[in-house]
């Protein structure tokens, strides 16, 4: 079950530690790019960062794909 009140979609970012995808996330509706940017900022020394995860089928990396 789904804690998100939101319709799904694919996943906007991915979760990483060590460079390993280790899951999805859905962002914040508003302020994207600055949540990510305060995530990494905090958990970055830890190993874990988001990276965004671009949808077009031109621009999808195979390591980013939910």
Same mark, same amino acid.
């Given at each position: 079950?789904?804690s998100s009140n939101? /319709? /799904?979609?694919?996943? #906007?970012?991915?979760?990483?530690?060590?460079?390993?995808?280790?899951?999805?996330?859905?962002?914040?509706?508003?302020?994207?790019a600055a949540f990510?940017? #305060?995530?990494?900022?905090?958990?970055?020394?830890?190993?874990?960062?988001? #990276?965004?995860?671009?949808?077009?089928?031109?621009?999808r990396s195979p390591?980013?794909?939910?």
């Open positions: 079950m789904s939101r /319709t /799904t979609i694919p996943c #906007e970012a991915a979760v990483y530690r060590n460079d390993h995808p280790v899951g999805p996330v859905r962002l914040p509706m508003k302020d994207q990510i940017k #305060e995530f990494n900022r905090l958990y970055r020394d830890a190993g874990i960062v988001i #990276e965004p995860i671009e949808h077009s089928a031109a621009n390591g980013k794909q939910c």
